[in-house]
């Protein structure tokens, strides 16, 4: 067998400041990790945007203008109104 030059005890003394070294990097990605999936913080800074955003989607895929256009423009077209209570109405559609 030949001799490695290093004994037993540099040996394990090696793999302690490895195991120590690569613990001290899971660490570090640990934390960088959860900076960088920390959702809610990003999302607190820029609540406005995305508030407006979420209406502006909204508002278009329930029909835009066009919707709102023929909710404010509409005719009588349901029936006569026969009463009449606050915006409450009872319609004859007969």
Do not use: N, Q
């Amino acid at each position: 067998m030949a001799a490695s030059g290093k004994g037993e005890a540099e040996l394990r003394e090696e793999l302690h400041v490895e195991r120590a070294g690569l613990a001290d990097a899971v660490h570090d990605l640990r934390a960088e990790l959860g900076a960088a999936t920390d959702v809610s913080g990003k999302l607190k800074s820029k609540l406005p945007v995305v508030a407006a955003g979420a209406f502006a989607v909204g508002f278009l895929k329930a029909g835009g203008v066009g919707a709102t256009m023929r909710l404010l423009m509409r005719r009588g077209r349901e029936g006569d109104v026969k009463a009449k209570a606050g915006r409450f109405s009872l319609i004859d559609r007969g």
